[in-house]
């Protein structure tokens, strides 16, 4: 069983920044790609990015490329994500969770352990 905190989210103005971070539970950590998705109310839950078990691979949502940094530190069973130039659109409950699938990585199947999520706040 792996158990995933979400920590990191909160009030930000248009155009800030935040940086989400998820810490997993587990020794087998490192074994496994990680993801972090989103979802607004009334829609439906999204891929944002998501990083190989090594973290040499990472795979970005297009809205996301050039704004989003996904990373991990496999000594601290952490996964990252930095977040700038946010958009109110952007408002909704961040999660991470843990892939363990080998269907495509933005593929909400091919994750089964998820975090109970950090609300981002973007305000115009």
């Known amino acids: 069983q792996v158990q995933l905190v979400e920590s990191g989210g909160g009030l930000v103005q248009a155009g800030g920044s935040l940086r989400l971070s998820c810490a997993a539970s587990?020794?087998?950590?490192?074994?496994?790609?990680m993801g972090w998705f989103r979802q607004a109310p009334g829609k439906e839950r999204e891929f944002v990015a998501a990083i190989s078990g090594s973290g040499s691979s990472r795979y970005y949502a297009d809205f996301g490329k050039g704004r989003f940094a996904i990373s991990r530190d496999n000594a601290k069973n952490t996964v990252y994500l930095q977040m700038n130039s946010l958009e109110p659109e952007e408002t909704a409950v961040y999660y991470c969770?843990?892939?363990?699938?080998?269907?495509?990585?933005?593929?909400?199947?091919?994750?089964?352990?998820w975090g109970q999520g950090t609300q981002v706040t973007v305000s115009s």
């Open positions: 969770a843990v892939r363990r699938g080998s269907t495509s990585y933005p593929d909400l199947n091919a994750y089964d352990y």
């Open positions: 587990g020794r087998t950590f490192s074994r496994y790609a």
